[in-house]
Structures are given as C-alpha cells and as structure tokens.
C-alpha cells in the first residue's frame, strides 16, 4: 500500500531540536539544549487546588465542549492584563489557542498562499518555520543585530509579502530584544509599507531587571496579530496560548481554529483562570525571574571564567551575549569550528547545545550556537561550562593541527 504524499507534507521536517534533545537524554548529560522551562517553577499546588474547585463547582461544563473563540473569564484577563500593558484589546479579539504555536499554525492557513512571501528575522523561532513552511511559502531573512530587524532591511524587503514574523521580547534563539526606539522604526516601516505584523512574546514577563518596552501591538494595533503563552509563566503542558487579533482578521481565525481542534481544552481553561484569580502571577513570576537571572548569571560567570573575557574576545575565542531575559544566550564559536560538527564532542564531554543553524530561514551562522540556562541547577552549569570550554579548546587544536595522512 503506498500513501501519496500531499505537497505539503513534503515540507514538514523533523525538529532538529527534538533530535538533539535524543542525544542529550544520555545519562548523565548537562544539557543547554532544551527550550524548556524549569520544572521547578510549576505551581503544583495552587494548580491542585483549582483543579479541586473547578471540578467541583464547575466540573459538568469544565468536561464538555465549549465555545471555541475560548472560556469567557479566560479572555477577560487576557485582555485587561494586556491593557495593562498599554495595548489597546478588547475580550472579544482574544482567541484562546493550544499553545501559542497553534496560533503560529493558524496565522500561517489564514495568511499564507503557496509562494507567499514571508518576512523572518536572522535568525529566528524554529517552531515558526516548521509551522510556515508546509503552506509553501517563500521564507526570507531579514538582516538583524543584537536587536532584531534593521528597519531599512525591513522596509526593503516589505512591499508584497504577507507578513513580518517578529520576537521583540528576549528571543528565542538569541535572547535579544528590541529598544523602545527599534520598535518605533519597525512599527513605522509596518505603517507606512502597509506590512502585518506577527508579534510573538512568550518570554516578556521573564525580565531580571526591568521590563521590556511596551508591544509593538501597542504602537500599531490595527497591524499587528499578538500571540501570547502561558506556557513559561505557568507550565507548558497545560498548551495555552492566546492571539490577539486586529476585529477584520478574527472571524477568519476562528474558523481555523473550529476546524483544527474546535477548542481548547475547557478544564484547562478553567483551571488557569481559577489559578490567575487574585493576583497569583504578581506573586508567582517574580520567583521565575529571579530563578532565571541567578541561572543567567552563573552562565555568564562561568563563560568568563572559562574563557577570560566578558563576551566578545576576538575571533578566536567564543563569543556571547548578555540577554536582560528570558531562557537563552546566543554564543558564536572561534573562527574555524563548526557548531554541528562540534556538538559529538561536546556530548563526549558531557554537555550539549543547540547548534544556531537550525533557526536560519537561509544562509545559517554556522558557527552560532544557542544555549538553555534554565533547566540545569547553577553547580551543573558551571561544570557543563568547563566542559563546553574543554571540548571547544580541542575542536581548535584538532582544527589547527596538520592534516595526516
Ligand atoms: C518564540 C516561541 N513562540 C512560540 C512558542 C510555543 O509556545 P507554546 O508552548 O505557547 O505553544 C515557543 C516555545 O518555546 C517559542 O519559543
């Protein structure tokens, strides 16, 4: 029996990330590979307790279908925790979805044709390729710095494509964010290009010392389409996302959603709406920064100490950035190596990494490398930093050593 493929499963790949994340589960390994949050930061009690009272008070309509836009109260929050923030949202332009990639799925059947252009930053989330590229669209990089998109790139590159795909929150691989004067000339571009926006920000409440400029979605609301996540300030498994969508752009949405899952799950809703009642986000998040920035701080510590500079020590040595939030830091390997080919060593020495040209809509960095800082504890991250030290100093002298014959 043979299946005929549709085209557009031809262009579904395997994460690399989820490959990786098998090499990494050998024992004993210190792994900067994974993307995910600290176990250690999941509200297991007060996610007990509602549980208990939304299946007590509530536990008929918690288990039966519901409507599909997502749990009124759910919403609600959503929204005023947004105006909070200075966007401009009404409860009635919040979709709930099934993770806030299910909203990177849906954008992608509502926005894109096969051949559509699609505008990326360099580089960017992984997770948003793998879920643009089976509508066959055209991916192009844009050129970026340590604060995401230039402007006059953007701006080149604007006229005809469907839409700009965004992170300007501690990014995922990077770890960099936009200033508030970046995110006044991207939303700029937006406007006077006629360009939609697709913000992402999972990682925006994860800060260490101040909060991130307000959204790009709060400069240009009618253009931009906002996903959020619960997933790193509550836990990923719950798979709870929102987008937030311009009115004229919604009812589209919404009918993806309807045909891709009808809903997201009520008892999860439910119970996340009982959790966020009064106030719990102020108390529970700031734990999660400071968990995030002591493990940042080790990291960084330990690269310094590994490698005798604080992050930019010259093409022959490894070079990082300092990312003010969020989950990742964003490392450049000495001239000469190669991420992918050192990765085997590295998991000789008991340590793995993310190599950073997976997350290249072209032409990848072959020598970037994105590494996790908050799964391992802080003593695990200074011995996986000696270890990455040691691998990459032999990397080097292996590279520079004559060739045998
Ligand atoms: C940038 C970015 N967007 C979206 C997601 C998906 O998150 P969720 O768990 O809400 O589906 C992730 C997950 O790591 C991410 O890093």
């Known amino acids: 029996m043979t299946f005929t493929l549709a085209q557009r499963a031809h262009k579904m790949n395997p994460s690399v990330i989820r490959e990786i994340l098998k090499v990494t589960e050998k024992p004993g390994i210190i792994s900067f590979a994974g993307g995910l949050p600290s176990a250690d930061t999941f509200p297991i009690e007060a996610m007990q307790a509602a549980c208990a009272q939304v299946l007590g008070q509530d536990g008929k309509a918690a288990l039966q279908y519901a409507a599909s836009e997502g749990y009124g109260p759910l919403r609600d929050w959503v929204a005023q925790e947004l105006q909070q923030q200075g966007m401009r949202v009404g409860a009635d332009q919040v979709l709930i979805t099934t993770g806030s990639q299910q909203g990177l799925d849906l954008v992608a059947k509502v926005l894109i044709d096969a051949g559509s252009r699609v505008l990326v930053e360099t580089p960017t989330y992984l997770g948003a390729l793998q879920a643009f590229a089976p509508m066959e669209p055209v991916i192009e990089g844009v050129a970026s710095d340590d604060q995401g998109v230039l402007p006059d790139a953007l701006r080149a590159q604007a006229a005809g494509a469907r839409f700009a795909y965004l992170l ?42 101040q909060a991130p400029p307000p959204a790009l979605a709060s400069r240009h609301p009618e253009g931009t389409l906002y996903l959020g996540s619960f997933s ?98 964003w490392t450049r390997l000495p001239a000469g190596l190669n991420a992918v080919d050192l990765l085997p060593l590295a998991v000789e020495h008991n340590v793995a990494f993310v190599p950073g040209s997976a997350f290249y809509a072209a032409e990848p960095d072959p020598r970037s490398m994105r590494l996790s800082f908050v799964t391992p504890s802080v003593a695990e991250i200074e011995r996986g930093v000696v270890a990455l030290a040691q691998a990459i100093a032999l990397a080097q002298e292996r590279s520079r050593a004559p060739a045998t014959a």
Request: aromatic share 8%; charged share 20%; hydrophobic share 40%.
């Open 232 to 329: 790193k300030i509550l836990a990923p498994g719950l798979r709870l996302g929102y987008v937030v969508a311009p009115r004229a752009l919604y009812p589209k949405l919404l009918q993806a959603k309807q045909a891709a899952d009808l809903h997201t799950p009520s008892f999860n809703q439910r119970v996340v709406a009982e959790v966020l009642k009064d106030g719990f986000l102020q108390r529970h998040v700031p734990t999660i920064r400071a968990r995030y920035q002591a493990q940042c701080q080790a990291m960084l510590g330990a690269l310094e100490q590994a490698f005798g500079h604080s992050g930019q020590g010259g093409d022959d040595s490894l070079a990082w950035n300092r990312p003010a939030g969020g989950m990742f830091l």
């Open 168 to 209: 300007p929150n501690f990014q995922n691989p990077t770890g960099r964010t936009m200033s508030e004067a970046r995110r006044a000339a991207v939303a700029q571009v937006a406007i006077d290009t006629g360009l939609p926006l697709i913000e992402d920000n999972p990682y925006g409440d994860l800060w260490f010392d």
